[in-house]
């Protein structure tokens, strides 16, 4: 089996492994990031009618999709996003928990399309491991 969850994040709520900030403004971001990824898990495990936990073992893909503009950029920086996410998905019920035993990843990496202007995206692939 295998899901993509897409979560959008405003600019203004993006913080990447080289910002520099106050904490609290750390925490704001990546408290929207958690939220999100939480309601958009919970409406997708919903509508599916998915079990909990869907995954036994999941290997995690991150697509980063980036604003339109010429600044170059390292999908691996995401991570202080993407971590809240997984964080969320387990909250949510995809996996017991966010341990080397029931999930592998986060890969990441650039994703193929840019993100509307004045937005990122975090685009997770979750895929069952058999072994």
Same mark, same amino acid.
């Given at each position: ?35 999100? #990824?939480?309601?958009?898990?919970? #409406? ?14 999941? =290997? ?27 964080? #969320? ?30 937005? =990122? ?11």
């Amino acid at each position: 089996m295998s899901l993509t969850i897409t979560v959008k994040i405003p600019n203004t709520y993006w913080f990447s492994q080289n910002s520099r900030g106050h904490w609290a403004v750390k925490k704001r971001c990546t408290d929207a990031a958690y939220n999100r #990824a939480y309601v958009i898990g919970r #409406a997708e495990k919903n509508v599916r009618g998915l079990p909990t936990p869907v995954f036994r073992k999941c =290997h995690v893909t991150a697509y980063i999709a980036y604003p339109p503009n010429a600044r170059r950029y390292d999908p691996g920086n995401a991570a202080t996003m993407t971590k809240p996410m997984i964080d #969320a998905l387990t909250e949510a019920g995809y996996w017991v928990d966010d341990d080397s035993e029931h999930l592998i990843g986060p890969d990441f990496r650039k994703a193929d399309h840019k993100a509307e202007k004045g937005w =990122h995206e975090i685009i997770l692939e979750l895929e069952e491991v058999t072994r």
